[in-house]
T-cell receptor, first 113, second 114 residues
Framework: AQSVTQPDIHITVSEGASLELRCNYSYGATPYLFWYVQSPGQGLQLLLKYFSGDTLVQGIKGFEAEFKRSQSSFNLRKPSVHWSDAAEYFCAVGASNTGKLIFGQGTTLQVKP | ETGVTQSPTHLIKTRGQQVTLRCSSQSGHNTVSWYQQALGQGPQFIFQYYREEENGRGNFPPRFSGLQFPNYSSELNVNALELDDSALYLC?????????????FGPGTRLTVL
């Protein structure tokens, strides 16, 4: 069955430190992968997406993610975290002909001053 | 360009009641998907509408139903509300169905069932 796992429920990093959020997926075909961010009381904003081609994708707000087929992973990274990055982050895979999104449970990012 | 909007923002209902949530798609988008996000969880796919027809459904009972109108706005209806229906309901529009199409999310409707 198609699924997405985000192993880290909660992560705390210091402002200016680097960040890596993990995402593992289970999908039979070549996946369409997404990272979304959700601030409190807000909807979901797309950070970046992977459809094909270069396995390192760049997104908004200085985020990037690397697709590794051999590890079934699509980890999100940022070299230097800002306090405004504190939010909930969701990894998702686009599935079936509808393109419905299958989400992971999410990772809450807390940023220490 | 207007983004996806949803109404109302918040809603409180009691068990057994019925509720209707509304969504206005982004301009030019003919596909709308609805998701339920329980507290502390990722969103779960309820169903999708494409050109006014249901185009896929997740693991939700029939008391969850929807409509899409000719202007591509949409409604989510939930009958016989249960406590577990308390959640954030998200609407997302896209230019067409399919795995490779980005979905644009609205801010959501927070439903509380007492």
């Amino acid at each position: 069955a198609q699924s997405v796992t985000q192993p880290d429920i909660h992560i705390t990093v210091s402002e200016g430190a680097s960040l890596e959020l993990r995402c593992n997926y289970s999908y039979g075909a070549t996946p369409y992968l997404f990272w979304y961010v959700q601030s409190p009381g807000q909807g979901l904003q797309l950070l970046l997406k992977y459809f094909s081609g270069d396995t390192l994708v760049q997104g908004i707000k200085g985020f990037e993610a690397e697709f590794k087929r051999s590890q079934s992973s699509f980890n999100l990274r940022k070299p230097s975290v800002h306090w405004s990055d504190a939010a909930e982050y969701f990894c998702a895979v686009g599935a079936s002909n509808t393109g419905k999104l299958i989400f992971g449970q999410g990772t809450t990012l807390q940023v220490k001053p | 360009e207007t983004g996806v909007t949803q109404s109302p923002t918040h809603l409180i209902k009691t068990r057994g009641q019925q509720v209707t949530l509304r969504c206005s798609s982004q301009s030019g988008h003919n596909t709308v998907s609805w998701y339920q996000q329980a507290l502390g969880q990722g969103p779960q796919f309820i169903f999708q509408y494409y050109r006014e027809e249901e185009n896929g459904r997740g693991n939700f009972p029939p008391r969850f139903s929807g409509l899409q109108f000719p202007n591509y706005s949409s409604e989510l209806n939930v009958n016989a509300l249960e406590l577990d229906d308390s959640a954030l309901y998200l609407c997302a529009s896209s230019p067409r169905p399919g795995e490779g199409n980005e979905q644009f999310f609205g801010p959501g409707t927070r439903l509380t069932v007492l």
